[in-house]
């Protein structure tokens, strides 16, 4: 079942150079787009505590290590540039984002795990 969302339907096109454009989309739709399509559970998969206890404020969407959200839009806006003057339109480049999540999953951490996990495993 494909998911509509607002921002994939978004035909407002992108175009120069390859780092300004995942900056632009850095800043917000992407994160957004995170928050919708990968929700997060109710404990934290690696101590399985649950917000509230122990001074877990929260449990949040954690990278995999392998690539951060920068170097994924970075992949999809790569797949798809064709030259400074072409326009992308950002939702094909945004639906491109989601579908590279294949090869780096989101895991569900309590605040202090993830912390910990970005600490020794930066991209």
Do not use: W
């Amino acid at each position: 079942k494909k998911k509509k969302n607002r921002f994939f339907d978004d035909t407002m096109g992108c175009c120069g150079e390859k780092e300004q454009i995942a900056k632009h989309l850095n800043m917000g739709p992407a994160h957004n787009l995170v928050q919708t399509f990968f929700k997060t559970a109710n404990e934290c998969i690696h101590c399985n505590r649950k917000k509230g206890n122990n001074e877990i404020r929260q449990i949040e969407r954690a990278h995999c290590n392998k690539y951060s959200v920068h170097d994924l839009l970075m992949m999809a806006i790569n797949d798809l540039h064709i030259d400074n003057n072409t326009p992308i339109p950002s939702g094909d480049i945004l639906k491109l984002f989601i579908q590279k999540h294949e090869m780096c999953p989101i895991y569900p951490l309590c605040n202090i795990c993830h912390r910990e996990y970005e600490r020794h495993f930066k991209c």
